[in-house]
Nanobody, 120 residues
Framework: QVQLVESGGGLVQPGGSLRLSCAASGSIVSINVMGWYRQAPGKERELVAAITVGATRNYADSVKGRFSISRDSTKNTMYLQMNSLKPDDTAVYYC??????????????WGRGTLVTVSS
C-alpha cells in the first residue's frame, strides 16, 4: 500500500508565504512524476506544479514566479514553496505521484489534501 501525506497548509494573509510538504510511503521503488493540484470551492481540480524524476518543472501560469516546486528523492518527499499568496490561491491542495511499486507496476496515487486559506 502506498500513501501520500500532505502537510503545511493553514491560514495566511495576502502576500504571505507557506511551504507544503508531501511525503510518500509504502512499497515504492521510485517515483516518476510528482505534482501539486488544487481545488477551490465550486471549481475543478487544476494542476499547480509538477516535477519529474529528472527535476524538470512545470507550473500553471497563475503561479509562475510565486511558487516553487522541489523534491528530495532520497526521502520520497516533495515540497511547494508558495510566496506572495493571493486570496485566489485559497483551495485544498492535493499531492499526486506516479510511483513504481516493488512489483514494478506503476500506480497513480493521491493524497487527501491540505487546506490553504489566504485571507486578511
Amino acid at each position: 500500500q502506498v500513501q501520500l501525506v500532505e502537510s503545511g497548509g493553514g491560514l495566511v494573509q495576502p502576500g504571505g508565504s507557506l511551504r507544503l510538504s508531501c511525503a510518500a510511503s509504502g512499497s515504492i521503488v521510485s517515483i516518476n512524476v510528482m505534482g501539486w493540484y488544487r481545488q477551490a470551492p465550486g471549481k475543478e481540480r487544476e494542476l499547480v506544479a509538477a516535477i519529474t524524476v529528472g527535476a524538470t518543472r512545470n507550473y500553471a501560469d497563475s503561479v509562475k514566479g510565486r511558487f516553487s516546486i522541489s523534491r528530495d528523492s532520497t526521502k520520497n518527499t516533495m515540497y511547494l514553496q508558495m510566496n506572495s499568496l493571493k486570496p485566489d490561491d485559497t483551495a485544498v491542495y492535493y499531492c499526486n505521484a506516479e510511483v513504481v511499486l516493488t512489483t514494478y507496476r506503476n500506480l497513480e496515487v493521491w493524497g487527501r489534501g491540505t487546506l490553504v486559506t489566504v485571507s486578511s
